[in-house]
């Protein structure tokens, strides 16, 4: 069986902090994929990133990283410098090779100015 | 126009009525996706089409009937709902049926009175 856990329900900080949103996975598929969304306010997830179980490579995209362990499987997505327009909910998601979407319970992420 | 058009963005319907929700997408995708969000509830994934066949029914109560009828189309009809069923229902694309990364709407927000 897939599962994402997300064990941060609610995050808060102050506009510039920099914020690591956890996330751990688990599967017994030798290839599979994971995923970052964001869901602002307005409702539509917004894709942010995919990646494949035989690249772990880090991945930068602006403010925003990625550190992806295959060891401790997890799945980790940091902000730089956050700013009032980063606060959202965040989920992680897994797809199995072959299978659907398993979503994390996200993580509420607020940032204050 | 946006990737993935959801209507209405907001319905309110008594436990008797029958309305349809659309979706539409622009990306020129061969599968299309129902999710759907209750309030401290990770996503949770109805249906799944892939050109144009369904793929995938989780189980689904019978009061939620999808119908596709193009690659582009995907409704979601209901009836005789029950207030539980007060959500917000996203719908979804992707390029493949499993995979690759999926495109939100915005979303309709029901609520069953």
């Known amino acids: 069986a897939q599962k994402v856990t997300q064990a941060q329900t609610e995050i808060s900080v102050v506009e510039k902090e920099d914020v690591t949103l956890d996330c751990v996975y688990e599967?017994?598929?030798?290839?599979?994929?994971l995923f970052w969304y964001k869901q602002p306010p307005s409702g539509e997830l917004v894709f942010l990133i995919r990646r494949n179980s035989f690249d772990e490579q880090n991945e930068i995209s602006g403010r925003y990283s990625w550190n992806f362990q295959k060891s401790t499987s997890s799945f980790n997505f940091t902000i730089t410098a956050s700013q009032v327009v980063d606060s959202a909910v965040y989920f992680c998601?897994?797809?199995?090779?072959?299978?659907?979407?398993?979503f994390g319970p996200g993580t509420r992420l607020s940032v204050l100015p | 126009e946006t990737g993935v058009t959801q209507t209405p963005r907001h319905l309110v319907m008594g436990m008797t009525n029958k309305k349809s929700l659309k979706c539409e997408q622009h990306?020129?995708?061969?599968?299309m996706y129902w999710y759907k969000q209750s309030a401290k509830k990770p996503l949770e994934l109805m249906f799944v089409?892939?050109?144009?066949?369904?793929?995938e029914n989780n189980s689904v109560p019978s009061r939620f009937s999808p119908e596709c009828p193009n690659s582009s189309h995907l409704f979601l009809h209901l009836h005789t709902l029950q207030p539980e069923d007060s959500a917000l229902y996203l719908c979804?694309?992707?390029?493949?049926?499993?995979?690759?990364?999926?495109?939100f709407g915005q979303g309709t927000r029901l609520t069953v009175v």
């Open positions: 990306l020129g995708h061969n599968a």
């Open positions: 089409y892939s050109l144009e066949e369904r793929v």
């Open positions: 599967t017994r598929d030798t290839t599979y994929y």
């Open positions: 979804a694309s992707s390029q493949d049926g499993q995979n690759t990364e999926a495109f």
């Open positions: 998601a897994l797809s199995g090779y072959g299978q659907n979407f398993v």
